[in-house]
């Protein structure tokens, strides 16, 4: 399992930005997709963004637009969040998932800790 790390969280008025960063505990060389999820309490976990290891970008539909996810070519996934609103207010989990890493092939997903992100009306 690659462990990973989200950081970047916080606090932030309606129509306001933050920027969330994953990293990976090794370099990842190729995977099937590399994304955001986010949980809201009471809710289910769901997709944000994710990227395959073409460059391909999916994302759901209440952020597309206002939403980035991007990735360096090393260890690190980004997700820049703008106009957030207050239905975005989740927990925020970077997710991998089959990846190639100097240590060998590791199938299936890994998942981070979570970063809190709240938006105030």
């Known amino acids: 399992q690659v462990l990973l790390a989200e950081s970047g969280g916080g606090l932030v008025q309606a129509g306001g930005s933050l920027g969330l960063s994953c990293s990976a505990s090794?370099?990842?060389?190729?995977?099937?997709?590399m994304g955001w999820y986010r949980q809201a309490p009471g809710k289910s976990r769901e997709l944000v963004a994710h990227?395959?290891?073409?460059?391909?970008t999916t994302y759901a539909a209440s952020v597309k637009g206002r939403f980035t996810i991007s990735r360096d070519k090393g260890t690190a996934l980004y997700l820049q969040m703008n106009s957030l609103k207050p239905e975005d207010t989740a927990v925020y989990y970077c997710?991998?998932?089959?990846?190639?890493?100097?240590?060998?092939?590791?199938?299936?997903?890994?998942w981070g800790q979570g970063t809190q992100v709240t938006v105030s009306s």
């Open positions: 997710n991998v998932r089959d990846v190639i890493t100097p240590r060998g092939y590791f199938g299936g997903d890994s």
């Open positions: 090794a370099s990842i060389y190729s995977f099937r997709s």
């Open positions: 990227i395959d290891n073409g460059g391909t």
